[in-house]
């Protein structure tokens, strides 16, 4: 049990309106980093060489549930566990056995996106939490290529936490990055091996965010590109699925699962976004592609209380913009968001 919390116990909430920014979206969807620690290097996410934070700039445990529990009482309805690789941060599973206390005390859906590389040691914990749902990375099958792509993983690994993920009874979503000369051959084959296994698979283009030593523009890939190729093997008719998060996505008639895109460069989801993303160190994004944010370590740290810090999420909201403004400059092939994904958080 998580000590120290000023929080309402859980088992006193009631369903809260949701907060709407200026552009009357409501805000249902909270996004949580919980490290922007990794233990993979994933090419198109972070550097090789990467300087993460000291620790005294990271939130506790107990900060987190603080701020979570604050978003669920002004109408947060899901929130997803992210990282870095949200499964290497120490005792982390306290955290979700505290979220996970507050479904159907005003939060509907607790979910996590992970690499997969921890995923077999606690899938089944995760469950009992309360977690549903996982979204797993992976961007290739091919066991070479994929450690060539995460500069260290080793696919066995990953596959072996997907495994006990089913098998602990979770929906395991597959996320896959389309990286032009790449993996874009072999998309076909993992629709297939998804299909196979029952896994919904996202794709997803590469965001302009971070310095990562890679070229943005050689192996950027239009998923419309993608989508007309995976047509002439596959039927896919649209569907009005949700799950929350910006993707669209299609029934595949061959396999009975879905495909969905994430295309925040050909086709921007900015008229719908429900969702801001909170950092490890308690800044919040209300949008993923700028730079604007609300520093909630700085409100916690100096002892708010739960009324200013609901106000704080509140004035925090009233800024989020309307969309996004990611481009690759292709003179200098520099990030339109100099932040790594990793950061941010999924």
């Known amino acids: 049990m998580l000590q120290g919390m000023n929080a309402v116990p859980p088992s006193q909430y009631q369903p809260a309106e949701a907060l709407r920014d200026p552009f009357g979206r409501a805000i249902t969807y909270l996004r949580v980093s919980v490290t922007d620690r990794c233990d993979l290097r994933c090419s198109y996410c972070?550097?090789?060489?990467?300087?993460?934070?000291?620790?005294?700039?990271?939130?506790?445990?107990?900060?987190?549930?603080?701020?979570?529990?604050?978003?669920?009482?002004?109408?947060?309805?899901?929130?997803?566990?992210?990282?870095?690789?949200?499964?290497?941060?120490?005792?982390?599973?306290?955290?979700?056995?505290?979220?996970g206390s507050r479904i159907g005390e005003g939060l509907d859906e607790l979910t996590l996106t992970t690499n997969g590389t921890q995923l077999a040691k606690y899938a089944s914990a995760l469950a009992?939490?309360?977690?549903?749902?996982?979204?797993?990375?992976?961007?290739?099958?091919?066991p070479a290529l994929f450690t060539e792509i995460t500069r260290r993983g080793r696919i066995e690994q990953v596959l072996e936490g997907i495994e006990?993920?089913?098998?602990?009874?979770?929906?395991?979503?597959?996320?896959?990055?389309?990286?032009?000369?790449?993996?874009?051959?072999?998309?076909?084959?993992?629709?297939?091996?998804?299909g196979e296994?029952?896994?919904?698979?996202?794709?997803?283009?590469?965001m302009p965010m971070g310095?990562?030593?890679?070229?943005?523009?050689?192996?950027?890939?239009?998923?419309?590109?993608?989508?007309?190729?995976?047509?002439?093997?596959?039927?896919?008719?649209?569907?009005?699925?949700?799950t929350g998060g910006p993707a669209r996505y299609c029934d595949v008639a061959e396999t009975g699962t879905r495909i969905g895109f994430i295309t925040p460069m050909t086709?921007?989801?900015?008229?719908?976004?429900?969702?801001?993303?909170?950092?490890?160190?308690?800044?919040?994004?209300?949008?993923?592609?700028?730079?604007?944010?609300?520093?909630?370590?700085?409100?916690?740290?100096?002892?708010?209380?739960?009324?200013?810090?609901?106000?704080?999420?509140?004035?925090?909201?009233a800024r989020k913009p309307k969309g996004h403004d990611f481009v690759i400059d292709r003179r200098t092939n520099a990030p339109s968001v100099s932040r790594h994904m990793s950061v941010t958080g999924g």
């Open 164 to 194: 006990a993920a089913s098998g602990a009874g979770l929906a395991v979503k597959i996320n896959a990055v389309a990286l032009r000369g790449i993996n874009e051959e072999e998309i076909d084959d993992l629709l297939a091996w998804c």
């Open 46 to 99: 972070m550097a090789e060489e990467m300087t993460f934070l000291p620790k005294r700039e990271v939130l506790s445990l107990e900060e987190l549930e603080r701020l979570c529990a604050a978003f669920v009482r002004q109408g947060t309805r899901k929130i997803r566990i992210t990282g870095g690789e949200p499964l290497v941060r120490r005792d982390v599973m306290r955290l979700f056995e505290r979220l």
């Open 267 to 317: 086709h921007n989801f900015c008229e719908s976004c429900n969702r801001v993303r909170l950092t490890c160190t308690g800044t919040l994004y209300m949008c993923l592609g700028q730079e604007d944010s609300a520093d909630f370590r700085a409100v916690l740290r100096a002892g708010a209380d739960d009324a200013a810090l609901e106000a704080a999420i509140r004035a925090a909201i």
């Open 128 to 142: 009992a939490a309360g977690v549903r749902r996982v979204n797993v990375s992976l961007d290739t099958l091919r």
């Open 211 to 242: 310095e990562t030593g890679g070229d943005r523009n050689e192996h950027y890939l239009p998923l419309s590109i993608v989508r007309a190729r995976l047509r002439r093997r596959w039927t896919l008719s649209e569907t009005g699925y949700r």
């Open 197 to 206: 296994r029952g896994h919904d698979l996202c794709l997803i283009e590469t």
